[in-house]
C-alpha cells in the first residue's frame, strides 16, 4: 500500500491539463457490451477503476486493448454474462454491466454490490425498472439473476435521480422492443455523453440532456467511437488545491461548462476565476478566503463528489459555514481525519459545520474513501508540516496520478510504498 509525504505550505503555480472524466468512462465502457465489434474510445483516465472494468469486461470476453488513454474495446468475442463478486466488490459501477448484457442477451449474472465505505448505497431503482420492463429477477447468494426473453418498453418514473440507474435503463432500453420512457432521469454529463454515444451506436433517443429521456427500443446496436469527456471533480479538486494554497494556477479543461455551480461558489469565497477558450484560472494569491455555504445536489447543482474537498478548503476560510450533502447523508467520514490536521469541524445529520481556523498542522492521516482522501491530500497542502496520508489506494481509483500535476505545479508531495501504510 502507498502513502503520500506531503510537506505543506508550497504556493502552486503553472498549467496542468484535466483527465478524462472516470464516472463517464465507466459508464461508456459497458456500453460496448450492446454490439458486436472495434470501439475505440479516447480520453480514458489511467486509474484503477478503469483497470477494474478492464477486467471484468475481459472477463465477459470483451478484448480490451489501453495505450496513453486510448481504449479499443472488441466485443465480438462476448462468450460470458456473468459477473463475479471479485470484480464487483471492488467496484460499484460494475453494476453498469446488467442492463446491456441482460437487453442484448436476454441473461445476466451480476454479483450484488456491496454497502461502500460511506454507507448504504441501494441499486433498487435498477432492479425495479429492469423488472417493469418485463425481466425476471431474483437475488439468488448474493446475485442478482436476471432473465429476459426480450425487455419491453415502459415509463418508468424514478422516485429519486440516479445517474447508475439512468445510465443503466438507458443501455437497457436501447435493444427493448418498443418505447422507453424515463422521467426524473439524471441529467450528469456523464449521462449526457452516455447517451450520445448509444446514438451513435443506433440508438434512438429524444431529450438528451433533460430530465425526460425517450428512448425507442431498435433490434440492433453498431460499434462507435468516442471521445470522453473531462473529468469535472479532477478539475474541481486541482482548482481547491490552488485556492487552499492562496495561489494562482491553470487548468486545460474544455468542460467547464459542466462546472459552472462550483465555479460560482469559488467565486463567493473570493477566489477569481477567468475563462479563456479551453483554460480556467483561478487566482487566489494572498486570499482570504470567505467561508461559503454548499448543498449538494443533482446536476447541475454542487455535486456530492465535490463535498469532501469544499470542506477542507472551507477549514481554512474566515468564518463558519455549513455544507450539506443531499445526495449521500453520511459522507462524512474523512471529518474525523481533517479535525486531526487541526481543523474545526462538527458533523451533524447531513450537514458538517466549519468553523474556519487559522492553520492546520501536519499529522498522519488515513483514507476512507476517494474523494476522502482527495480532501486530505488538499488539507495537507496546507497544513504546517510533514502530512501523511495513508491508504492512497482509494484515490488510485479515481485521480489519475495526482502527485504528478501537484508536483508540476510546484507542491511538496511524495508517494511512498510499504507494507505497512
Ligand atoms: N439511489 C437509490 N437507489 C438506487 C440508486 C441510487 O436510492 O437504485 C440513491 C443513492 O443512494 C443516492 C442517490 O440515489 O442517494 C444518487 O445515487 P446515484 O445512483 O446517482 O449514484 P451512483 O450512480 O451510484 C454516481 C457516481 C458517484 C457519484 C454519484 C452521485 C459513478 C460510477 N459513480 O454513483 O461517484 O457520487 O453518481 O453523483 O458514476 C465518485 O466518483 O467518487 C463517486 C462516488
Redesign the pocket.
Known amino acids: 500500500m502507498d502513502k503520500f509525504l506531503i510537506t505543506g505550505g508550497k504556493k502552486l503555480s503553472g498549467t496542468v491539463k484535466v483527465s478524462g472524466a ?3 468512462s ?2 461508456l465502457m459497458p456500453a460496448t457490451l450492446l454490439n458486436s465489434g472495434s470501439n475505440i474510445q479516447f480520453n480514458t483516465p489511467e486509474v484503477n ?1 478503469i483497470y477494474t472494468m478492464i477486467k471484468l469486461l475481459t472477463h465477459l470476453g470483451v478484448e480490451c486493448v489501453f495505450e496513453n488513454g486510448t481504449l479499443t474495446l472488441n466485443t465480438k468475442g462476448i462468450n460470458n454474462q456473468e459477473a463475479p463478486y471479485e470484480h464487483v466488490k471492488k ?3 460494475s453494476v ?1 454491466v446488467l442492463g446491456p448484457l441482460l437487453s442484448r442477451y436476454g441473461y445476466a449474472k451480476v454479483s450484488l454490490p456491496g454497502g ?1 465505505a460511506w454507507g ?9 425498472s429492469l423488472k417493469k420492463m418485463g425481466a425476471d429477477i431474483q437475488l439468488e447468494e448474493g446475485y442478482i439473476i436476471a432473465k429476459a426473453n426480450k425487455l419491453k418498453g415502459a415509463h418508468i418514473n424514478f ?9 443503466n435503463l438507458m443501455m437497457a432500453a436501447s435493444l427493448a422492443k418498443g418505447e422507453t420512457i424515463i422521467t426524473n432521469a ?1 441529467m ?1 454529463p ?1 449521462i449526457t455523453q452516455l447517451a450520445e454515444y448509444l446514438v451513435n451506436m443506433g440508438a434512438k433517443i429524444n431529450g438528451i440532456g433533460t430530465p425526460i429521456l425517450e428512448i425507442e427500443g431498435t433490434d440492433e446496436l453498431y460499434p462507435a467511437n468516442v471521445k470522453n469527456i473531462c473529468d469535472r ?1 479532477e478539475a474541481g479538486t486541482l482548482l481547491t488545491a490552488a485556492a487552499i494554497t492562496k495561489s494562482k494556477i491553470k487548468i486545460v479543461y474544455p468542460d467547464y461548462k459542466h462546472f459552472r455551480a462550483v465555479l460560482s461558489k469559488f467565486e463567493d469565497s473570493g477566489a477569481k476565476i477567468t475563462i479563456d477558450k479551453d483554460v480556467v484560472s483561478i487566482d487566489a494569491e494572498n486570499l482570504e478566503a470567505l467561508s461559503v455555504d454548499v448543498n449538494t445536489s ?2 447541475p447543482g454542487f ?3 465535490m463535498q469532501a474537498q469544499w470542506t477542507a478548503y472551507m477549514s481554512l476560510a474566515g468564518g463558519i459555514c455549513k455544507v450539506t450533502d443531499n ?3 453520511d459522507r462524512f467520514n474523512y471529518v474525523p481525519e481533517l479535525n486531526r490536521l487541526g481543523a474545526d469541524i462538527q458533523v451533524t445529520n447531513n450537514s458538517a459545520v466549519i468553523k474556519g481556523t487559522k492553520k492546520l498542522r501536519a499529522a498522519k492521516v488515513m483514507s476512507t ?3 476522502a482522501s482527495a480532501s486530505l491530500v488538499l488539507a495537507g497542502l496546507a497544513a504546517e508540516g510533514v502530512t501523511e496520508v495513508l491508504r492512497i489506494y482509494h484515490l488510485d481509483r ?1 485521480y489519475q496520478r495526482i502527485e504528478e500535476k501537484l508536483s508540476a505545479l510546484g507542491a511538496d508531495i511524495k508517494r511512498e510504498s510499504g507494507a505497512e501504510f
Request: with cysteine; net charge negative; hydrophobic share 35%.
Open positions: 472516470k464516472n463517464s465507466l459508464a477503476d467496484m460499484r459501477a453498469y461502500c448504504p448505497r441501494p441499486i433498487n431503482l435498477h432492479l425495479e422516485d429519486i435521480s440516479s445517474v447508475g440507474a439512468t445510465g439524471a450528469e456523464e471533480i443533482i446536476y455535486p456530492t463528489d445526495i449521500y447523508t474513501d476517494l474523494r479515481g
